[in-house]
Every structure is written in structure tokens, then in C-alpha cells.
């Protein structure tokens, strides 16, 4: 007899105890993955923001190690940008062979496009000896915080005169 008393004074778990945690532990994972999903443009936004301001780093880095100016040329049309020599010439691609062209059409950044520029004709020169912001005629520079591009109409990718420091801002 004492053993029969022994199992109904331990305390556990009722089957709708069980039931009711695990619905609420579903609730939860579902609306954790609907918010991932949602998040991927933003993500995707952010990773494109980034990749932006890296390569205009790489091309004033370029300018300046090189002794030879770099131009950064928007084509907002075509979802794209590209890094090339002054005359024309495209630098090559460091993450391997071809050219410099960096499209947001690709599956990476779906979603992502170029939606405004501050540039007159989408072109950014960088000059040596320091890596200094011009327009596209190479002689007038920059005057004021220009946006280089504006992403979704949500991030942009500025740049300083004269010191040429690239950064990004949430419109």
C-alpha cells in the first residue's frame, strides 16, 4: 500500500499539460520563421550597401597606390556599376577573372536595385595622390555629401568631399 501512495503523491506532467506547451512552442517557431522571411530583403539590402561601399573603398584605394584615376560608373538602368582606368579601360575583377561589374539583378541581391544617384551622369572619379571625389569631367570636385547611390529608396552609400570617406546612411 505504501508504494500505491508513493505514485499518486509525485508530481508530473498531464498529457494536456504536454499538449498545450508543445502548440505554444509551434506557435512560436512559426512566427519565428515568418519573421526570417521577411528579413531576407533587409539582409540582402544591407549586404548590398556593403558591397557598394567596399568596392568604391577598393577604387579609391586603387587610385591612390596606382597613381592612375578610377572611375566608378552607375548604370542605374541595367541594375549595375562598374570600376574602370580613367580612360575607359575596365579594372579586372579581384574576386576573379573579367571585368569589374557589380550587378544587383544577380540571386544574391534580389530584390536590391538602384533607385537614385546624386551624381549628374552617374560617374565618380577617384584622383590620386589621395584618393580624392571628383564628377565626371575629372576636374570639378565634389563640393558637398553626395550619394553616390540610393538603394530601394531605403540605404545610401555617401561620400565626403575632399577626404573621400565612404559611408553609409539609412534614408
Given at each position: 500500500?505504501?508504494?500505491?501512495?508513493?505514485?499518486?503523491?509525485?508530481?508530473?506532467?498531464?498529457?494536456?499539460?504536454?499538449?498545450?506547451?508543445?502548440?505554444?512552442?509551434?506557435?512560436?517557431?512559426?512566427?519565428?520563421?515568418?519573421?526570417?522571411?521577411?528579413?531576407?530583403?533587409?539582409?540582402?539590402?544591407?549586404?548590398?550597401?556593403?558591397?557598394?561601399?567596399?568596392?568604391?573603398?577598393?577604387?579609391?584605394d586603387?587610385?591612390?597606390?596606382?597613381?592612375?584615376?578610377?572611375?566608378?560608373?552607375?548604370?542605374?538602368?541595367?541594375?549595375?556599376?562598374?570600376?574602370?582606368?580613367?580612360?575607359?579601360?575596365?579594372?579586372?575583377?579581384?574576386?576573379?577573372?573579367?571585368?569589374?561589374?557589380?550587378?544587383?539583378?544577380?540571386?544574391?541581391?534580389?530584390?536590391?536595385?538602384?533607385?537614385?544617384?546624386?551624381l549628374?551622369?552617374?560617374?565618380?572619379?577617384?584622383?590620386?595622390?589621395?584618393?580624392?571625389?571628383?564628377?565626371?569631367?575629372?576636374?570639378?570636385?565634389?563640393?558637398?555629401?553626395?550619394?553616390v547611390?540610393?538603394?530601394?529608396?531605403?540605404?545610401?552609400?555617401?561620400?565626403?568631399?575632399?577626404?573621400?570617406?565612404?559611408?553609409?546612411?539609412?534614408?
Open positions: 500500500m505504501t508504494n500505491f501512495r508513493r505514485l499518486f503523491n509525485q508530481r508530473g506532467f498531464s498529457l494536456v499539460e504536454l499538449i498545450v506547451t508543445i502548440v505554444i512552442i509551434g506557435i512560436l517557431a512559426s512566427v519565428a520563421v515568418v519573421n526570417f522571411g521577411s528579413n531576407d530583403i533587409t539582409t540582402k539590402l544591407a549586404a548590398a550597401a556593403k558591397k557598394a561601399r567596399s568596392d568604391l573603398q577598393y577604387a579609391q586603387m587610385a591612390i597606390s596606382s597613381a592612375n584615376a578610377v572611375k566608378v560608373v552607375l548604370e542605374q538602368q541595367n541594375n549595375q556599376y562598374a570600376l574602370q582606368w580613367e580612360d575607359g579601360t575596365p579594372l579586372p575583377n579581384i574576386m576573379g577573372g573579367g571585368n569589374f561589374v557589380v550587378s544587383f539583378n544577380s540571386a544574391n541581391f534580389s530584390g536590391v536595385s538602384i533607385t537614385d544617384t546624386d549628374p551622369d552617374g560617374i565618380l572619379v577617384f584622383k590620386p595622390p589621395y584618393g580624392s571625389p571628383y564628377y565626371s569631367d575629372g576636374v570639378t570636385e565634389l563640393e558637398s555629401v553626395e550619394r547611390l540610393v538603394l530601394n529608396d531605403q540605404k545610401s552609400v555617401k561620400i565626403t568631399p575632399s577626404t573621400g570617406r565612404i559611408f553609409i546612411d539609412d534614408e
